[in-house]
């Protein structure tokens, strides 16, 4: 036999290479040999909504949905094609109906009037619910838990989810649906909200190319940030204030007698909305009016207590006199020595030391009508 039949025949009788042989002969740049086909991977889940212009709350319920681990990998299909929807797993915003044993999920319908009190009895808002809405209040637990790393049944996720609606979802659903934030003539316009600025990615009318495609994924991208970026402060900066805000109503007739001023172990924390709800437990009954605390630069600030958590209005602003002025005009006016200044609206003053900011909500407390509070 000739010395080349021998080599072939030597060939076939040699054990095929593995991969990682392949890899030890051709060096670690060669290309592997191609997989075969796994017959047993289940295609990616689809989830479908409408096409053309896209607005801000289907963009936010498929980041939603994709942020969950069953739907990471999902296609969004865009379309109106009944039957390329009923081939979806799940349907936002689009198909007319409400159902969700069946995972589908439109607010268009006129039948349908759901909102976050009528479907979960006990939650207080009661804006109807857009695409947005609809998949937050039936997966936003599960959504919490994952990305929080804990349990549904941990106390946080229920806190931390009804923030999130009353200050996220809330304003996405009310804004789809056409509802109004007043009653009357706005003073100034809102532009810059979250749907807004989702809307400005569309084409423009006198753009030559109207496809949405591309601008439809950097509206996910855009929500997709703002809301993790909303629940990182939350979770990390808004939830670790209250045990603040606690330990200062508990200490707040050492501060002054009166028990209306109270003193924050660290300024910038987010302390007014924690106030509002911790207030009305207090016992005796009393109403907060000034607190005190220290900026960035170690400096003192008393700051007024506002009417309402989103006004502007203050339950008792720094004396009039005051207002505007700095320096050595704020101590000859108040009688202070120290001050820094008072804000021309009287919601907060500024002072070097601690007892000089205390002397201020004293002094101010002092001047006030004698009238009864009411919280």
């Not at 054990?15 to 670690?28: E, F, I, N, V, Y």
């Not at 637990?141 to 609606?165: C, F, I, N, P, R």
């Not at 009357?184 to 423009?204: D, M």
């Amino acid at each position: 036999m000739g010395r080349c039949c021998l080599r072939c025949l030597s060939a076939l009788l040699l054990p095929t290479p593995s991969l990682r042989t392949w890899h030890r002969m051709l060096g670690p740049e060669a290309v592997a040999p191609p997989k075969r086909p796994r017959s047993n991977l289940m295609p990616p889940p689809r989830i479908g909504t409408h096409n053309g212009t896209f607005h801000c709350d289907e963009a936010l319920a498929c980041v939603l949905l994709r942020l969950l681990p069953e739907y990471r990998d999902a296609e969004i299909v865009r379309t109106r094609d009944p039957e390329k929807l009923a081939s979806c797993d799940i349907v936002v915003d689009v198909g007319g109906e409400y159902d969700p044993q069946r995972h589908r999920y439109d607010h268009h319908q006129r039948s349908f009037t759901e909102t976050m009190s009528s479907l979960s009895p006990g939650k207080p808002w009661q804006t109807k619910l857009s695409s947005a809405g609809l998949i937050y209040l039936h997966f936003g637990h599960k959504l919490l838990a994952q990305l929080l790393g804990t349990s549904e049944e941990d106390s946080m996720v229920g806190t931390l989810y009804d923030k999130m609606y009353e200050n996220f979802l809330e304003e996405v659903d009310a804004v789809d649906n056409g509802i109004s934030q007043w009653e009357g003539e706005p003073r100034y316009a809102l532009t810059t909200t979250l749907s807004a600025r989702v809307a400005r990615l569309n084409p423009t009318w006198n753009q030559p190319d109207q496809d949405t495609e591309a601008g439809f994924k950097r509206a996910m991208d855009l929500v997709k940030e703002e809301f993790l970026q909303r629940l990182d402060f939350y979770q990390h900066s808004w939830l670790p204030a209250r045990a603040l805000v606690e330990e200062a109503l508990a200490q707040r007739f050492q501060v002054d007698p009166s028990g209306e001023i109270v003193e924050l172990a660290k300024g910038g924390c987010p302390w007014k909305e924690h106030l509002y709800l911790l207030e009305s437990g207090l016992s005796p009954p009393v109403v907060i009016t000034f607190v005190i605390y220290t900026d960035q630069a170690g400096q003192w600030r008393v700051q007024c207590v506002p009417k309402e958590p989103h006004s502007f209005q203050s339950r008792l602003p720094l004396p009039e006199p005051w207002r505007g002025l700095r320096d050595e005009a704020l101590d000859q006016v108040s009688g202070i020595p120290g001050c820094i200044f008072v804000h021309a609206s009287g919601f907060i003053g500024g002072h070097h030391t601690r007892e000089g900011a205390l002397s201020m909500a004293r002094a101010t407390l002092a001047q006030r009508p004698h009238l009864p509070q009411t919280p």
